[in-house]
């Protein structure tokens, strides 16, 4: 059997790289940003939303400050009548659930930090294996069936 060994140096990269990356996702989570869109509209730069030209186009905003707490929600005028209070609603239910899913982000990343903390040094040992081809072993086994009347053949004998 052989170790796989990695040297130091790597290592110490790789984990450096790895908490690095934790870093910047934590610190990305501070600020919940939730828009919500009714009209026609393209999307550029991967996330700018651009109203197209001549149609209607509503927009609401919320920021929401995950240390300090504040949210502020901007929304267009004509959001505020009752026609659109199931936008509104809808806006809402995004709000809470974008709560939730931040924290779960939050313990999935201490989840991998401690998995990585717990398993940066242990060794992996490469296994005595056997060629796929010596290990699976198959066998036909051929038996005729004869049927003794047509009615062992059911449809087929018809």
Do not use: C
């Amino acid at each position: 059997m052989s170790n796989i060994t990695v040297k130091e140096e790597d290592k110490s990269n790789r984990f450096t790289d790895f908490v690095n990356k934790i870093q910047e996702k934590i610190s990305n989570l501070t600020t919940l940003e939730i828009k919500t869109i009714v009209g026609e509209y393209t999307i550029e730069n991967s996330e700018d939303v651009v109203p197209l030209p001549n149609v209607q186009f509503m927009v609401m905003h919320s920021k929401i400050d995950l240390i300090g707490g504040d949210i502020t929600t901007n929304m267009s005028r004509s959001m505020m009548s009752q026609e659109y209070a199931w936008v509104r609603e809808f806006h809402a239910e995004k709000e809470r659930k974008a709560h939730q899913i931040v924290q779960d982000n939050l313990k999935a990343i201490m989840s991998l930090y401690e998995l990585y903390n717990q398993t940066k040094t242990v060794k992996i040992e490469e296994k005595d294996t056997i060629p796929i081809a010596e290990a699976v072993t198959t066998e036909t086994v051929s038996t005729p069936v004869t049927p003794t009347t047509t009615e062992d053949l059911g449809s087929f004998g018809t």
